[in-house]
């Protein structure tokens, strides 16, 4: 089955080499041809170029995308969208003036969805699940991970890992697995931290690695959570069962956590709300991928992070969702990349490369994901007509997307 899609506007983020990710200067840099066509054989993109090379081409299907702009779908490389019920009555708790620390020492937070979660079957939570992922996929999300953590017990944590695996074999997009194995601390381990920790690298991490249910080890590593001790010994025992280490870090206050991850081969570190030089420092001398998620910023009104520094220092950046009942009841990649234009200052370049390859990075597929690529697969948004890229995060809160192709077909 192959697809034709002619007379494209502008084909973005066109990238004939396999780069794995962009940093500092070259997130300026955003390679498009215009007046295009792109061709698919069935979930893989064969071909693409100006529509003067495009004479007599034929196809199963031909799509005229004049006036439209063609890209890749949005990666995104953070997300708990495995949750049981809402928290809107948290929203309001924290409108009437309590804050999100306040919600979270009187047991509400992360407390209340582990809550209930424990006590939701695992086929209602794959059917929430599954609907909050068709949502995304129409929004133009092609690849997403997603994290357990509202579990809390290794029995929970196995059922919200079990589902992500049941939408992972039912779901066209490209999913992969985190175990945030410490999230915050279960109420029966109050006054025994070391207690939950030792659970989690005795029973928990080895279970999730034998039945291969996760690729990823995450931690909260904030105050009043997990310090840089726990973080150090859940990494650790994370990698010893191969999983590698993806994880929450400066998102209230920043202790040291960037240098733990990065020394442990962290792929990413996610949030950055707080951010010392010593950690833009820590950040060069590895590979790791700084993510933002701007639209966590928005939501619960605290410092967005700081991008442009990232940036100007030569690092790379990416942009997720962070979709989740507490801090980001949104999944919807297009809002975060305005909010990343508007708020973060990042230009529409950077702001498209952070969404689609760097976020591929982020979730270690960048050689199969995030741009137009000869041999990558073939997820793509076309757009409804508009007159640039730049009109994208420009016109926000508006949906420009016409139409979602994942893997060579429209969902
Ligand atoms: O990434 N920061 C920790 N975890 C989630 C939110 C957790 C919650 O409030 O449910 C986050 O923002
Ligand atoms: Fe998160």
């Known amino acids: 089955m192959t697809t034709l899609i002619t007379n494209i506007q502008e084909l973005i983020q066109v990238r004939e080499s396999n780069i794995l990710k962009v940093s500092g200067q070259d997130m300026k840099r955003l390679p498009t041809i215009k007046n295009a066509y792109l061709l698919i054989d069935d ?29 890749p779908t949005w990666c995104d490389s953070h997300t708990h969208i495995v949750y049981a019920g809402n928290r809107e009555q948290e929203f309001v708790d924290r409108i009437n003036g309590l804050s999100y620390e306040d919600i979270a020492n009187r047991g509400g937070g992360i407390l209340n969805s582990a809550e209930k979660l424990q006590l939701t079957s695992e086929d209602d939570l794959y059917i929430q699940s599954a609907n909050r992922l068709k949502q995304v996929m129409k929004l133009g999300t092609g690849a997403i991970e997603i994290k357990s953590g509202y579990g809390l017990t290794v029995e929970a944590e196995l059922k919200m890992l079990r589902v992500i695996k049941r939408l992972k074999q039912n779901f066209p997009l490209k999913v992969k697995a985190t175990l945030l194995a410490a999230h915050a601390v279960p109420k029966e381990y109050k006054d025994n931290k070391e207690g939950f920790v030792d659970l989690v690298i005795n029973e928990l991490i080895p279970k999730v690695a034998k039945e291969q249910l996760a690729k990823y080890i995450d931690v909260f590593c ?40 990065v020394n442990n081969q962290a792929l990413s570190v996610d949030h950055l709300e707080e951010l010392t030089l010593n950690d833009i420092e820590v950040l060069k001398t590895g590979e790791t991928m700084p993510v933002a998620l701007p639209s966590c910023s928005y939501f619960l009104s605290i410092p967005y992070t700081p991008g442009r520094k990232l940036i100007e220092a030569g690092l790379p950046l990416a942009l997720a969702t962070d979709y989740n009942p507490g801090s980001t009841p949104s999944g919807n990649m297009n809002f975060v990349v305005s909010t990343a234009c508007i708020k973060m200052k990042l230009t529409p370049e950077e702001a498209i490369n952070a969404a689609t390859i760097n976020g591929a990075y982020a979730m270690g597929i960048s050689n199969m994901y995030g741009s137009i690529t000869r041999g990558k697969k073939a997820n793509i948004i076309i757009t409804k007509p508009v007159p640039s890229y730049a009109y994208l995060p420009y016109a926000f809160g508006n949906n420009h997307i016409e139409t979602v192709i994942i893997n060579g077909q429209i969902v």
Do not use: W
């Open 222 to 261: 904030e105050k009043g959570y997990f310090d840089l001790n726990d973080t150090e010994r859940i990494l650790k025992a994370g990698k010893l069962h191969g999983l590698v280490p993806k994880i929450h870090v400066n998102q209230f206050n920043a202790f040291g956590g960037i240098e733990v991850a």
């Open 43 to 71: 979930d893989t993109i064969v071909g693409y170029g100006p529509m003067d090379d495009c004479n007599n081409m034929e196809a199963d299907t031909v799509i005229n995308a004049s006036g439209k702009l063609v890209l």
